[in-house]
């Protein structure tokens, strides 16, 4: 009676491992690949934030790229960031986005215009690391050179 429960168990358990192999190997996870193909600004993304909007943001090192669902539309200096190389981004309780950048400073977008602060505008550095928004709605810039709290 144990032999059979055994091979019974044995049976059962090669069955269902089976099942979960096949299982494994037919799904396919769906991919949606973006590149400058479908029109960001460079390959390499090195900060990425959805604001409340709905859009993604997708800091690179020539700019930053606003998606929505469908298509990318880029900003760089030329537009009026104060620098190329993103290094974060975020939104207030204003809806105000900031980017930060390794080479100029921040750039705050209301509406549709860009208001930049750096190192001469009180900064403590113009290569801004991070950017982070406290609970009282503070805006704290990290640098290699200390901290800015706006």
């Known amino acids: 009676m144990d032999s059979i429960l055994n091979l019974r ?21 769906p991919f949606k690949n973006y590149s400058i193909r479908e029109g960001l600004p460079q390959n390499s993304v090195v900060a990425v934030f959805q604001d409340s909007k709905g859009y993604l943001w997708f800091g690179t090192q020539v700019g930053i790229a606003r998606f929505d ?19 974060s981004i975020l939104e207030d309780n204003k809806g105000q986005l900031w980017i930060a950048s390794h ?16 190192k001469d505008s009180g900064l403590v550095s113009n290569d801004i690391k991070s950017l982070y ?7 704290w810039c990290i640098s290699d050179n200390g901290i800015s709290v706006i």
Do not use: A, E, M
């Open 133 to 139: 928004l406290d609970s009282k709605n503070r805006i």
């Open 9 to 29: 168990n044995r049976i059962l358990f090669l069955i269902l491992g089976f099942l979960f192999i096949i299982d494994g190997r037919t799904q396919i996870i």
């Open 103 to 118: 080479d100029g400073g921040i750039s705050v977008k209301k509406k549709d215009v860009f208001y930049n602060l750096n």
């Open 69 to 87: 669902g469908r298509s990318f539309i880029n900003f760089n200096i030329s537009s009026g960031l104060c620098g190329n190389t993103v290094s």
